[in-house]
Every structure is written in C-alpha cells, then in structure tokens.
C-alpha cells in the first residue's frame, strides 16, 4: 500500500478527499432546475426580452414561444445578420449552449451579453423560460 512521506494512512485519506471535492465541481450534474431561483436569475435578460404572449420586442425579441422556434425567425424583429444566418431550433439543448457563451455559438451577433457559466443556473433559467414562455 502507498504511504505518504509522513507515513501516515490519514494523511493519504485527506489527501485522497482534497483531490476528489476538488474536481467534483467539474463532474457535478445539474439538481433538479429551480423554477422561481429561474425567474431571479431572469432578471439578467429582462433588461433586453420580454416574455409576455404578444409583448413588445426591447433590444433584443420577445422571448414568448421560443422553444420550437427557429432561431433568428421572428419576422417583427430586426436582427443582424448573423442571427438572420442561424440554422437551428430553440431547445432546452440549444438554449443552454447558447447561455454559456452567446458569441460563440453565434459569432457577430449583438447581443452584448458574456452568457451565464454556472450550470445549475442555466438549468434554473431555462426551466423558468419554458413555464413561462409556453404556448398554451
């Protein structure tokens, strides 16, 4: 069995558990999405979206009915090219992705915005968006 310098079985165990808590943060899979932590965390768009069935668009479109939607389609909206130029559907996947670096995924667009890295808020918001967004 290895030992560590001092010898000591404590001292590989502590060891070995710094290790493990300090790389589960990496491995660690989203909770259960938090549907009101989502409308706080929404308070980052509000500035930019409405969400409202038939709201008017801010700087960026109204966000009502975007699950389904073809990205960049919405025809009482004015966007740039490059969101003119997006090829896929608004999912929870396809949110998600979009939330962790918006200029990534859709290089040149506008929206002046750094994305949201923490995936359990992400999980939260989008939850949030699908309650409210819904077409009934």
């Known amino acids: 069995m290895f030992r560590s310098s001092r010898g000591s079985r404590e001292t590989l165990v502590a060891g070995a558990l710094a290790i493990a808590a300090w790389s589960l943060p990496s491995l660690a899979v989203a909770g259960e999405p ?15 979206h409405t969400i409202a069935p ?3 668009h801010r700087i960026g479109p109204n966000l009502f009915g975007i699950f389904g ?5 919405l025809a009482s909206f004015d966007y740039s090219e ?3 130029r997006a090829d896929f559907i608004w ?3 396809t949110l998600d992705r979009y939330l962790i670096a918006p200029r990534k995924m859709i290089p040149y667009n506008r929206m002046p915005f750094d994305g949201i890295s923490l995936r359990q808020d992400r999980a939260d918001l989008i939850a949030y968006l699908k309650k409210v967004t819904r077409k009934k």
């Open 34 to 48: 938090n549907v009101e932590r989502g409308k706080v965390i929404y308070r980052k768009c509000i500035h930019c």
């Open 54 to 56: 038939n709201g008017k």
């Open 69 to 73: 939607r073809k990205a960049g389609s």
């Open 82 to 84: 490059a969101w003119k």
């Open 91 to 93: 999912t929870e996947r």
